[in-house]
């Protein structure tokens, strides 16, 4: 059982290092925090690169962790959360089936961490070494929470900046209505049109409005 669970221990911890170095360090073919903070973005996820950093943090220090079966239910706290946040903003529209782009492979991580933080990480750990008894059913239960409400709460963090509304430009008066809204006597014309010194030949009112429009204002 606890050569089963060293294994276990490196092989989902290996990956998620792998995945951490990705994000972070743009290691093993990955983006980095520009590139990752894009993609980020483009699923609602704002500011992008912050929330790329909080992802590589989980991944690569929850899979080291791992690694060394130390304070493994915090580790598994950590991977829940970057798996459910994966379903939540990319895969759980797919349905289950990893060929489908679906959340499968999330759910079979999350299971596996819920499992050693259940069982621990066994003798060949640092929790061992350092005598933590830091597993059963209350801590497996307890990452789960805590990784599946971590998740929630970071999506929602990072969905609530909303674009500010632009406002409209406000509407062009028309030469009539600035015209209207200049003083003058009572008994002056209150439109160019009805002004004889601005009615152009053969009485258009609309060239007398244009010519109303380019004269100087003070």
Known sequence: MNLGLLVLRLAVGGFFVGHG????FGAF????LDGTGQFFESLGMRP?????????????????????????????????????VAILTVHGKNGPWS??????????????????????AGSVSLDHAFGLHLSGTGWALGELAVG????????????????????AAPARA????????????????RTPAADPRFRAPGGDELAADEEFDRLPRS
């Open 29 to 32: 073919g990955g983006h980095g």
């Open 21 to 24: 170095a990705q994000k972070l």
């Open 48 to 84: 992008g690169r912050q929330h790329a950093t909080a992802a590589g943090i989980a991944e690569f220090g929850g899979g080291l962790l791992l690694i060394f079966g130390l304070f493994t239910p915090f580790a598994a706290a950590a991977i829940t959360a970057v798996m459910v």
């Open 148 to 167: 599946i409400l971590g998740a929630i709460a970071a999506v929602l963090v990072g969905r609530r900046e909303t674009a500010a509304p632009v406002a």
């Open 174 to 189: 028309t030469p009539a209505e600035r015209f209207a809204r200049t003083e003058m006597p009572a008994d002056r014309p």
């Open 99 to 120: 060929t489908d782009g679906g959340y499968e492979y999330n759910v079979v991580l999350a299971a596996a961490v819920f499992c050693l933080a259940g069982v621990g």
